[in-house]
Nanobody
Framework: QLQLVESGGGLVQPGGSLTLSCRVS????????IGWFRQAPGKEREGVQC????????NYADSVKGRFTISRDNAKKMAYLQMSSLKPEDTAVYYC?????????????WGQGTQVTVSS
């Protein structure tokens, strides 16, 4: 059974950095895209970035270009989101999800997410 566990969130000052991790179990990653999504208070969940099975990166949100970098390690069944130059508007619960392809529908249920708060 597919299970996604996100971690690495926390409180960080504006301009700071964080790296989020996503542990995947119950699914083989070799032929799957992996996406990061986020949901801010009072807003709908939105896509952040996606990495295809071949390593190509798609930015779902223009606001993260040049600041966020997604990566994956299929052998470890892990995905990561390196975030730098964080802004208060990046505050949200961050989720990872599997997708057959970037911009495609997500697979399975959402995990519990990890809270990122950017504040001074």
């Amino acid at each position: 059974q597919l299970q996604l566990v996100e971690s690495g969130g926390g409180l960080v000052q504006p301009g700071g950095s964080l790296t989020l991790s996503c542990r995947v179990s119950g699914f083989t990653l070799d032929y799957i895209a992996i996406g990061w999504f986020r949901q801010a208070p009072g807003k709908e969940r939105e896509g952040v970035q996606c990495i295809s099975r071949s390593g190509g990166i798609t930015n779902y949100a223009d606001s993260v270009k040049g600041r966020f970098t997604i990566s994956r390690d299929n052998a470890k069944k892990m995905a990561y989101l390196q975030m730098s130059s964080l802004k208060p508007e990046d505050t949200a619960v961050y989720y990872c999800a599997l997708q057959h392809y970037c911009r495609g529908p997500t697979i399975g249920s959402w995990g519990q997410g990890t809270q990122v708060t950017v504040s001074s």
